[in-house]
């Protein structure tokens, strides 16, 4: 599971929620749903914009991997 941001211009709000990345959610009541969040004013058939997040890589070491084939320390 991921998380995505949602954008409604109706109301100028923006919710992150979790869902997998098969799923696409196109209405601000499927966004609320989701977040479990009260949809308030807008109607729950009002159009999103799903937002592009800042995706930052994960590095994970593991003791003992540090030595390339020649036993040369990696960087």
Not at 40 to 46: D, E, L, V
Request: with cysteine.
């Amino acid at each position: 599971m991921a998380f995505y941001d949602y954008y409604c211009e109706a109301n100028g709000q923006t919710v992150e929620v979790q869902h997998s990345m098969t799923e696409k959610l196109k209405t601000w009541g499927e966004v609320c749903r989701l977040a479990g969040i009260d949809p308030g004013k807008p109607p729950k058939n009002t159009k999103v914009i799903r937002l592009v997040n800042d995706i930052t890589p994960t590095v994970f070491r593991v003791k003992g991997l540090d030595k390339d084939d020649y036993g040369t320390r990696l960087r």
